[in-house]
């Protein structure tokens, strides 16, 4: 670094010191405006062995090996078999199709409680290589709903909704966005809780009534973490009930730039600033 910056003080001088000066602004400007490209975990073209609890995935071609972890947790005894293909849950399936069209991929995941207070937590774990974490996380989750008629057999909850920071202590609130029109949104910041307020159709139209869209804004994310269990009015011994994780999107903070080219633009960028501006200065002088 040295020895490029005694090269890069013998070169700029040769620059008039407007010049010197308006690329060091653009330069620097480029340095702390850069951004790297979205990932999306996209369950279409992804792998889950049915009844798993734990899949990690390498979906972001800039970073060697896996990028994100899905664990699901909790008490996972009560976790059963879907009730269209009977397949152990977790699993990616399009049971619950959420309104797309076309249809697309989800994991699913189903549980038949012994008791309202038991609960499955899913926890998003995102690669340590992300030294600064990652940012602009969002899914959406479909089948959000309660049982036909009002009846209280099952009502679908999904509370303790956050992410944890880099430093591995600080929460970071959701934004809950696209609530469907089947779904109950109550609570601020870190208690926002989502409840199933009438029975919602599996596919097809109106099946984007038991829907909503989680996102975290902010940088320097770790993981996300959320529980699906029963609302406090369920039966005491719900029956079945499931819901759908799509598609995860999310983006790397990058250190300081995404490439190479960048970063020297970066130096550049403030030696032409800092020179442009003595530059000035001596002529004022």
Request: charged share 10%.
């Given at each position: 670094m040295g020895q490029f910056l005694r090269i890069l003080s013998a070169a700029?001088?040769?620059?008039?010191?407007?010049?010197?000066?308006?690329?060091?602004?653009?330069l620097v400007f480029v340095c702390l405006s850069a951004t790297a490209e979205a990932v999306t975990l996209d369950w279409d073209g992804s792998t889950w062995a049915p009844g798993t609890l734990n899949n990690s995935y390498d979906i972001d071609g800039t970073v060697?090996?896996?990028?994100?972890?899905?664990?699901?947790?909790?008490?996972?005894?009560?976790?059963?078999?879907?009730?269209?293909n009977n397949q152990p849950t977790p699993n990616i399936n399009t049971n619950l199709e959420g309104g797309l069209n076309p249809v697309q991929k989800s994991l699913n995941i189903a549980i038949d409680l012994g008791k309202k207070d038991r609960f499955v937590t899913v926890t998003i774990t995102f690669s340590a290589q992300y030294t600064m974490g990652v940012e602009n996380v969002s899914f959406t989750l479909?089948?959000?709903?309660?049982?036909?008629?009002?009846?209280?057999?099952?009502i679908d909850e999904i509370r303790s909704i956050s992410?944890?920071?880099?430093?591995?202590?600080?929460?970071?609130?959701?934004?809950?966005?696209?609530?469907?029109?089947?779904?109950?949104l109550t609570g601020t910041g870190l208690n926002q809780i989502l409840t199933g307020a009438a029975n919602v159709p599996s596919t097809g139209a109106g099946s984007e009534a038991g829907n909503a869209t989680i996102s975290f804004n902010a940088s320097g994310i770790r993981s996300i973490t959320f529980t699906f269990g029963a609302g406090g009015n369920s039966a005491v011994n719900p029956i079945y009930?499931?819901?759908?994780?799509?598609?995860?999107?999310?983006?790397?903070?990058?250190?300081m730039n995404p490439g190479a080219a960048a970063a020297v633009a970066c130096v550049v960028g403030i030696a032409g600033s800092r020179l442009g501006l003595l530059r000035r200065r001596r002529r004022q002088n």
């Open positions: 700029v001088p040769a620059l008039p010191s407007v010049t010197a000066w308006r690329i060091g602004a653009i060697a090996g896996n990028d994100l972890t899905v664990n699901v947790g909790g008490t996972t005894g009560e976790l059963v078999n879907d009730n269209v479909f089948g959000i709903d309660q049982a036909g008629g009002g009846s209280n057999l099952f992410a944890l920071s880099i430093d591995g202590v600080t929460g970071i609130a959701p934004t809950i966005t696209n609530v469907g029109s089947s779904v109950s009930q499931d819901i759908s994780l799509h598609d995860v999107t999310f983006s790397p903070v990058p250190e």
